[in-house]
């Protein structure tokens, strides 16, 4: 499956923002699906991830309350709804699908990634 993340930008702090991610070339609707985040110089973060069906979801510390993912499987898409922005979350975020209903925290249990998009906030 092919995952094609955009949304990102510059946004001030307190701002918002909404990523989405596209997914093409596979049945979306059998990934749980997740999103992880890299700043410079920095490992990669656990965002959110969120089940097949959309019932479930689970979010990192550092966003609980601020982020929200959602996804439509209709449109083969998952998004990420960004709140409150500080400049901590400036990072590259990458939309990822894992095989299968359970989600995970590790990115290596993640077979698929798209590219990346940048959200840069400012102070």
């Known amino acids: 499956v092919q995952l094609q993340a955009s949304g990102g930008g510059l946004v001030q702090g307190g701002g918002s923002l909404r990523l989405s991610c596209a997914a093409s070339?596979?049945?979306?609707?059998?990934?749980?699906m997740g999103w992880f985040r890299q700043a410079p110089g920095k490992e990669r973060e656990f965002v959110a991830g969120?089940?097949?069906?959309?019932?479930?979801?689970l979010y990192g510390d550092s966003v609980k309350g601020r982020f929200t993912i959602s996804r439509d499987n209709a449109k083969n898409t998952v998004y990420l709804q960004m709140n409150s922005l500080k400049p901590e979350d400036t990072a590259v975020y990458y939309c990822a699908a894992r095989s299968g209903s359970l989600y995970s925290t590790n990115g290596y249990e993640f077979e698929y990634w798209g590219q990346g998009t940048l959200v840069t906030v400012s102070s």
């Open positions: 969120i089940r097949r069906s959309g019932g479930s979801t």
């Open positions: 070339g596979g049945t979306f609707s059998s990934y749980s």
